[in-house]
């Protein structure tokens, strides 16, 4: 707060005590009282340099009064004209589609000139200006009563005190009514209920480019574009349709059209010709944002039907099927099957504990729609809450630099993070960017990683944990050692399987359960730690050996950024293959070396605390682990690193 607000506060606040200690104390006589009072409230005007102040023009106006009646009750009827003249501004406003508090709110929170729930809030602050109104007509009243029908010690004790303690009463009432308002309007719509007024018509739904530039898609374009697909796919009788668009408006689009006609959905990353003719029959159609011989194109598709009318929004059921394609550590491609229910209650489950904070933001990702964090963090959470999401994706730190001095939310990967950290592009933007909160899956990060990603972000990552079968099932933010353990998120119970794995329970997974590969400690309140996978043990001359063990080991050595650890097969034996990811102090020892010096280097720091037959016994070092836009390792590539055979 500034010194001349400040001032003006206390002014206004001591003036009873003032007018007290002057007349009924000291005796000064009134016109000098009201001399003294111009001097104060003159100097406050001055010192807001031009800018409008209310309460010192009115105290001045009154003192003018007091000095030519020479009246003590005109030096008394400041409190009661300053309430008249509040109560003139509010109710006048009234007549105004934004009042006084609305205006206010405006001011407070930048947020609500996109909040989907705008024409609510502003509902609402209309019926709180009607309550401030009715306060100042009571208080205006209560003060003109001390002035005509009571003595000084009255007047100052009522407008001194107790109008400031009843006015702090209705500040506690309504921020109380506020906060659960503000609780009712996260709770955001279902696809189940959502309707064509579930929000207004001009409220923004996603953006391109930078925010500030305009380049807005907004609720009626939403009505219009999902009418025009409803309307081509209500004239096809394919059951199933394949949605693949890497432009997000495109995707919420295609996809909400497809499950309100009835339509199964596919959704995949992969979206080359033989894959789709793997997955497609003859009762399979193909939406893309792209124009593509194997599918049709939602673009065309709709600037071909302008004229169609904005029909009512058709309810989606809460079984409507959605088949989410992933390709598993054998890299052959699954569909596993969620109901549209479940994607919502997973989207709650970390919705409920962060939703009021995202949706003061505006969100951008780096992860794409059709992995099972894209689709839910990137485009279900930010369409069903009204957070206004960016169209295209985060491809590389400098993308940061090109979006505008916002708070936003960043749905990411680990992996991401570890390769943005490093560069200088981040740090630029950060300085621009006035808060950033980040959300990641798809691995974990090391407790450094997560600092290295808050000095360069200035803000710790929420770490999901989960996969394409359960969703959200755990978070973490990895500040210390007890933020470590993972939390199991809403309604989600966790128990350890016979064979040591975690077991999750849960109404948003399909079927109710699954049986992870993940080994773990679990606590008795539920949270738990990854220990490793149980198909990362593996038998190796009779020994089992952690694969997860060995990886963190020669990350141990302070040599290595990443590894991964494979086992492998020749005629003779089993051995084990590491790739590894040198780190800054790794290069600086190693760059000079050969492939056999590199060997020797990490087999000797190793030798400490692995047994011989465990220390891998092939080696490649690389610039980066082959991995997918999710994070996730990808196994086939890093075992065609060692195909072939370098000098040893």
């Known amino acids: 707060m500034s010194l001349p607000k400040a001032a003006g506060y206390i002014t206004v606040l001591v003036y009873p005590v003032f007018v007290f200690l002057s007349v009924s104390v000291f005796r000064f006589p009134v016109r000098i009282v009201g001399l003294a009072v111009i001097v104060a409230a003159g100097s406050l005007l001055l010192m807001q340099k031009g800018r409008f102040s209310l309460s010192p023009l009115v105290m001045c106006v009154s003192a003018f009064f007091v000095i030519l009646t020479n009246s003590e009750r005109v030096l008394k009827f400041y409190p009661v004209a300053v309430n008249l003249v509040f109560l003139f501004t509010f109710a006048l406003s009234l007549g105004n589609s934004e009042t006084v508090i609305f205006r206010f709110a405006r001011f407070g929170d930048k947020t609500i000139e996109w909040n989907s729930s705008r024409n609510f809030i502003r509902r609402y602050c209309r019926r709180v200006t009607y309550v401030w109104c009715v306060f100042f007509v009571l208080n205006a009243s209560a003060a003109s009563f001390t002035v005509f029908y009571r003595g000084t010690e009255i007047w100052a004790l009522y407008n001194g005190l107790i109008s400031y303690i009843l006015m702090g009463f209705l500040f506690a009432a309504e921020f109380i009514v506020r906060i659960k308002m503000q609780k009712k309007l996260a709770a955001g719509f279902s696809f189940r209920t959502m309707t064509e007024t579930s929000r207004p018509g001009d409220s923004i739904v996603c953006w391109s480019g930078k925010f500030s530039d305009g380049d807005f898609k907004l609720w009626n374009d939403y009505l219009r574009e999902s009418a025009a697909l409803r309307d081509f796919l209500s004239g096809t009788d394919k059951g199933k349709v394949i949605i693949h668009s890497d432009d997000f408006w495109y995707f919420i689009v295609g996809l909400t059209a497809a499950l309100q006609c009835g339509k199964e959905a596919y959704v995949s990353s992969n979206f080359s010709p033989e894959f789709i003719k793997s997955i497609a029959d003859e009762n399979t159609l193909c939406l893309s944002a792209d124009k593509l011989p194997c599918a049709e194109c939602m673009p065309e598709i709709i600037s071909g039907r302008r004229d169609v009318p904005d029909t009512p929004l058709p309810s989606i059921p809460w079984d409507a099927r959605i088949y989410l394609f992933t390709s598993g550590s054998t890299g052959e491609p699954k569909g596993v099957l969620h109901e549209i229910r479940e994607l919502e209650e997973d989207n709650d489950s970390i919705g409920g504990k962060w939703r009021g904070d995202f949706q003061k933001r505006l969100l951008v990702s780096s992860v794409n729609p059709h992995h099972a964090f894209g689709i839910v963090f990137a485009v279900i959470k930010p369409f069903l809450y009204g957070v206004p999401f960016r169209r295209e994706r985060i491809t590389q730190p400098d993308d940061f630099l090109r979006l505008g001095g916002e708070k ?241």
């Open 408 to 648: 936003y939310a960043f749905i990411t990967t680990p992996s991401f993070l570890k390769m943005s950290v490093k560069d200088s592009a981040v740090q630029e933007a950060m300085k621009k960017i006035r808060d950033i909160s980040i959300v990641t899956a798809g691995g974990v990060l090391r407790r450094d990683e997560a600092q290295g990603v808050f000095a360069a972000y200035g803000s710790y990552p929420l770490e999901i944990y989960g996969s394409t079968e359960t969703g959200a099932v755990g978070w973490r933010i990895n500040r210390d050692d007890e933020s470590e353990w993972w939390t199991p998120t809403k309604d989600v119970v966790v128990k350890a399987g016979d064979d040591g794995c975690l077991m999750f329970y849960c109404s948003s997974i399909h079927g109710g359960e699954f049986h992870s590969s993940d080994l773990a400690e679990l606590r008795e309140d539920g949270k738990f730690k990854l220990i490793g996978r149980k198909d990362s043990v593996v038998k190796i001359a009779e020994k089992r050996v952690s694969l997860s063990e060995v990886e963190s080991r020669i990350l141990e050595t302070g040599l290595a950024s990443d590894a991964v650890v494979l086992a492998m097969a020749s005629e003779k034996r089993q051995y084990l293959a590491a790739a590894v990811v040198l780190s800054v102090e790794g290069h600086l020892l190693l760059d000079n070396e050969n492939h056999a010096a590199k060997m020797k280097v990490f087999r000797s720091k190793l030798s400490g605390y692995l047994e011989s037959v465990t220390i891998p016994k092939r080696w490649r070092f690389v610039s980066a682990i082959p991995c997918n836009s999710m994070g996730k390792i990808q196994r086939q590539e890093v075992l065609a690193l060692f195909d072939r055979e370098l000098e040893v």
